[in-house]
């Protein structure tokens, strides 16, 4: 596994951006850095900058996406199927 550089956190408001490449994130993005990385964490990052850090496809990560959707993973509750 890849280690992910963390640098300041940026935020706008209600927007989050990928710490690493800054791209506005999507409720998935947050939820699935959630799931992988720390519960806890306030640092997020987009599906192709996990898959990096993971060293994986970016449509394994998507697949996970959905995987803890349809178990129904409460992270993932307030956003569309």
């Known amino acids: 596994m ?3 550089k963390i640098s300041s956190p940026t935020s706008d408001s209600n927007r989050n951006f990928c710490q690493k490449c ?6 998935e993005e947050i939820a699935i ?5 720390n519960r806890g ?3 997020y990052y987009c599906v ?3 898959a990096e850090a ?3 496809k970016r449509e394994d990560i998507r697949a996970k996406i959905q ?6 993973c409460t992270l993932f509750s ?4």
Do not use: A
């Open 33 to 37: 850095t959630k799931k992988l990385i």
């Open 2 to 4: 890849k280690t992910l």
């Open 22 to 27: 800054g791209r506005e994130l999507t409720p």
């Open 78 to 81: 307030s956003t569309s199927l």
């Open 67 to 72: 995987y803890f959707k349809e178990i129904g």
């Open 41 to 43: 964490t306030s640092i």
């Open 54 to 56: 993971f060293d994986v």
């Open 48 to 50: 192709d900058c996990l």
